[in-house]
């Protein structure tokens, strides 16, 4: 399974969004910290779900890095 991949099946499994993109920016980072070749290390995510009602901005972004934080320590 791609990295893409899998954070939108975690994500989708955890949230339940009702808008879910996950974008993968790669090529805007070649030669950062981090970026291999092949891609599938930068992504952008755009996510809406009922999970986040009544939570900061901050508190969501928190939830996601959480649910993704074994994706994010590779």
Known sequence: MS???AI????SAKF??????????SSRHQGHAGWREGGETHFRLRIASP????????????????T??????A
């Open 51 to 66: 999970a986040f009602a009544g939570k900061t901005r901050v508190a969501q972004h928190r939830a996601v890095m959480e």
């Open 3 to 5: 990295v893409r991949d």
């Open 68 to 73: 993704l934080a074994a994706e994010l320590g």
């Open 16 to 25: 339940a969004p009702t808008h879910l993109e996950v974008i993968d920016e």
């Open 8 to 11: 939108a099946s975690k994500l």
